[in-house]
């Protein structure tokens, strides 16, 4: 399909407007519907260009007119990361969940039949595991006893050996282990039932760890490259938890969002009612440690120090097997682990008051 004219909601976002980007420069129109949140925008968002809806995913009106000529919509608004607390379930609840029910809803009404979803890897809970005695294994969360003995790795259910772990494809079991990760299966559940009942085609892509220039910067909802690189741009070291060695699958942001634009492209060729996952990685694992020292090299601020603290609800590794969206769509990453780092280090980061990243 050429010339599509695409919705992107959080379309003024981190992901989103790099997806704007790299859709408009391929000729397509490209429509934002972003609520412009100064939690995860600041008090003077970066304007995406002409075709802003400035509302909030849930405002039903908002979104039926947002939907006007749309041919594919790509779904990005979301309230991402660990978060706080608890307390932050409702949020959670009601940006993810409900702002993709009323989305779809509208969808079904305006006879819009194509979606790609901003899915996330942590859907999965922990990745694949490997014992040497008992093949594949999936270990369940770690105790916090194990955790604060500084036992980080997990071990066989059956034989309490050390696990080896592996790259987890789509077809893993879903185990999500924090409000977040469980709207994210949620969102996933919600594009499903709509494809079926509709004849809509959905895709979901489960990015990995994005990074990259213009991450939210100093919020508590950001991801760890988030976290190291505010760090380092205050003159502090990197704190890294656990021991460092929790495996990640790193992707820039430009990657991402090329995905979106071939996903963009693919959707419509799907059957009717069909929805299809895609781990969207790089397909090179690198450790949490890994990641601070190249940017702390790349930038020349201070050493990462390993601080042993932990927090219930993460989980030590999860690495994707992005075979199938290359396979399938053609996609393929193209920056590279150390060259994304080094850009990276020194990128300008979005800046944010505390509260919701979209």
Same mark, same amino acid.
């Given at each position: 399909?050429?010339?599509?004219?695409?919705?992107?909601?959080?379309?003024?976002?981190?992901?989103?407007?790099?997806?704007?980007?790299?859709?408009?420069?391929?000729?397509?129109?490209?429509?934002?519907?972003?609520?412009?949140?100064?939690?995860?925008?600041?008090?003077?968002?970066?304007?995406?260009?002409?075709?802003?809806?400035?509302?909030?995913?849930?405002?039903?009106?908002?979104?039926?007119?947002?939907?006007?000529?749309?041919?594919?919509?790509?779904?990005?608004?979301?309230?991402?990361?660990? +978060?706080? @607390?608890? #307390?932050?379930? *409702?949020?959670? /609840?009601?940006?993810?969940?409900?702002? %993709?029910?009323?989305? &779809? =809803?509208?969808?079904?009404?305006?006879?819009?039949?194509?979606?790609?979803?901003?899915?996330?890897?942590?859907?999965?809970?922990?990745?694949?595991?490997?014992?040497?005695?008992?093949?594949?294994?999936?270990?369940?969360?770690?105790?916090?006893?194990?955790?604060?003995?500084?036992?980080?790795?997990?071990?066989?259910?059956?034989?309490?050996?050390?696990?080896?772990?592996?790259?987890? +494809?789509? @077809?893993? #079991?879903?185990? *999500?282990?924090? /409000?977040?990760?469980?709207?994210?299966? %949620?969102?996933?559940? &919600? =594009?499903?039932?709509?494809?079926?009942?509709?004849?809509?085609?959905?895709?979901?892509?489960?990015?990995?760890?994005?990074?990259?220039?213009?991450?939210?910067?100093?919020?508590?909802?950001?991801?760890?490259?988030?976290?190291?690189?505010?760090?380092?741009?205050?003159?502090?070291?990197?704190?890294?938890?656990?021991?460092?060695?929790?495996?990640?699958?790193?992707?820039?942001?430009?990657?991402?969002?090329? #995905?979106?634009?071939?996903?963009?492209?693919?959707?419509?060729?799907?059957?009717?009612?069909?929805?299809? =996952?895609?781990?969207?990685?790089?397909?090179?694992?690198?450790?949490?440690?890994?990641?601070?020292?190249?940017?702390?090299?790349?930038?020349?601020?201070?050493?990462?120090?390993?601080?042993?603290?932990?927090?219930?609800?993460?989980?030590?590794?999860?690495?994707?097997?992005?075979?199938?969206?290359?396979?399938?769509?053609?996609?393929?990453?193209?920056?590279?682990?150390?060259?994304?780092?080094?850009?990276? #280090?020194?990128?300008?980061?979005?800046?944010?008051?505390?509260?919701?990243?979209?």
């Amino acid at each position: 399909m050429s010339d599509m004219r695409v919705l992107v909601t959080g379309g003024a976002g981190f992901i989103g407007s790099e997806i704007v980007r790299t859709l408009r420069s391929a000729g397509h129109e490209a429509v934002v519907l972003d609520a412009l949140l100064p939690s995860a925008h600041g008090t003077t968002p970066s304007s995406p260009g002409n075709g802003l809806i400035t509302a909030d995913v849930r405002d039903r009106d908002a979104v039926d007119r947002a939907l006007y000529g749309v041919d594919v919509v790509c779904h990005q608004a979301a309230m991402v990361g660990l +978060g706080k @607390d608890f #307390a932050d379930a *409702p949020d959670y /609840v009601g940006c993810n969940d409900l702002g %993709t029910a009323v989305l &779809l =809803a509208a969808m079904a009404a305006a006879g819009v039949r194509s979606l790609v979803l901003a899915g996330s890897m942590v859907v999965y809970g922990e990745g694949r595991y490997d014992c040497r005695r008992h093949g594949p294994v999936r270990p369940g969360p770690r105790a916090e006893a194990d955790l604060a003995a500084g036992r980080f790795e997990p071990h066989c259910p059956s034989c309490g050996t050390e696990l080896v772990p592996g790259l987890v +494809g789509e @077809d893993a #079991a879903m185990d *999500p282990r924090n /409000v977040y990760a469980t709207t994210k299966l %949620t969102q996933e559940h &919600l =594009a499903s039932s709509w494809a079926r009942a509709t004849g809509g085609r959905a895709v979901s892509l489960r990015y990995h760890n994005v990074y990259g220039p213009g991450m939210p910067r100093d919020t508590p909802y950001a991801g760890v490259a988030s976290f190291f690189r505010s760090a380092l741009a205050r003159g502090d070291s990197p704190r890294v938890f656990e021991d460092g060695g929790q495996r990640r699958d790193f992707i820039h942001v430009r990657d991402v969002a090329a #995905a979106n634009a071939v996903a963009a492209r693919a959707v419509a060729g799907l059957g009717p009612g069909s929805f299809a =996952a895609y781990n969207t990685g790089s397909g090179q694992p690198r450790t949490i440690g890994e990641m601070a020292a190249a940017l702390t090299s790349a930038s020349g601020g201070p050493e990462p120090v390993i601080t042993g603290e932990y927090r219930l609800g993460d989980v030590r590794h999860v690495t994707a097997d992005s075979r199938r969206l290359r396979d399938e769509l053609g996609w393929k990453p193209e920056v590279g682990f150390a060259d994304g780092m080094a850009e990276f #280090a020194t990128a300008p980061l979005r800046e944010t008051s505390a509260g919701v990243s979209a």
